[in-house]
Nanobody, 121 residues
């Protein structure tokens, strides 16, 4: 059974950092691209970052470029999203997702349950 589980969310002050993790199981992880998405209340789900199956190609939303870094460890079936210089507008539920081909659009086959990130003083 394919499963994606996010963790690492929480409450952080503006300017702070968090590292989100996405643990994958039940499928051949190294064959899949992984994307991170977020959804704030009343807003559509938006792409934050994605990484190719090998990890050799990454993409970021303009709003997070230079602040967020995506990475993966295929030996551990893990994907990470390092988030620095967090802003209140980064507040959202963050989801990881898996698909054959990575894209910044929410056209992924498999989704995790999400982890809440709240940036507030």
């Amino acid at each position: 059974q394919l499963r994606l589980v996010e963790s690492g969310g929480g409450l952080v002050q503006p300017g702070g950092s968090l590292r989100l993790s996405c643990a994958a199981s039940g499928f051949t992880f190294e064959y899949y691209a992984i994307g991170w998405f977020r959804q704030a209340p009343g807003k559509e789900r938006e792409g934050v970052s994605c990484i190719s199956s090998s990890g050799g190609s990454t993409n970021y939303a303009d709003s997070v470029k230079g602040r967020f870094t995506i990475s993966r460890d295929n030996a551990k079936n893990m994907v990470y999203l390092r988030m620095n210089s967090l802003k209140p507008e980064d507040t959202a539920i963050y989801y990881c997702a898996a698909a054959d081909i990575g894209t910044m659009k929410p056209l992924y086959d498999y989704w995790g349950q999400g982890t809440q990130v709240t940036v507030s003083s």
